[in-house]
């Protein structure tokens, strides 16, 4: 599928919308899905990606359940042209927040000095759409959170356990179960989605693929669970920003 338009909304949050590959944007979309949040996750070196990561929320019997979906990714070589991948995808998802691993500190200082990223420095609108033509407003712009990766084995470990994670029942405590009885996985990598360079990347322990996928997981799921993973030694809630939620 190809998706085609993102819209973000007051109370529902973000809805995406995809359309059959031979289809044009004149069409009717034939999927679209709702989101709480969503992030993008980045690598710099050790083979540099992005992957946007959306937040899906479930209900039952009025208490909420999440779940985490891969939706689109870029990858390059040269990370010039990265940056320009990494902005078409803030526009096209409405991407408030970005995660970035601190290293190399060179490349993370370009990133968050980025223009049509993290801010415009002229507001002539024909200028920008000529400048990034996938422009939406000036208004669509990313934060960026930079924090350490972990080194490859604690890396490794984090993902596994998050791809290997059922969702929880907040009712039962048990797995939650979907519609045909089986249990709901933390993590969705769709096939028909443009997602399968994340998904041989994480089958294959890519470093850029895995710390991108981590970093962006990590936002989502350290949020929205304060108790953190079984093993996770007690901690301070994090105080959440008001206006991105993270």
Known sequence: MRMIHTEVHPSKGWIVHWLAPNQDSTQIPIFDREFTRIV???ALDDGPHAVVLGERRIIRAHRSAY???VLDEAQDHLSQN???????LKDRYKIPLICSPARPPDLVSALQSLEGLTHYTDDN??????NWPTF???ETLSVIRVQEAP????????LDEHVESDVIDPNTGGPLLDGDGQPVKRLHMPGDFNTQITAAGVRQAAIGVCTALLLA????????NLKGRVNDKPREPRKTNPVTGY
């Not at 990265?82 to 078409?88: G, H, R, S, V, Y």
């Not at 609108?125 to 000529?130: D, K, L, Y």
């Not at 997981?217 to 929205?224: D, G, K, P, Q, Y």
């Open 217 to 224: 997981m990590e936002a989502l799921w350290s949020t929205r």
């Open 151 to 158: 080194e490859e084995i604690a890396l490794h470990q984090a």
């Open 67 to 69: 779940y985490y979906m």
């Open 136 to 138: 939406h407003s000036f």
């Open 40 to 42: 993008m996750g980045i």
């Open 82 to 88: 990265l940056f320009e991948k990494i902005i078409a």
């Open 125 to 130: 609108e024909h200028t920008a759409e000529v």
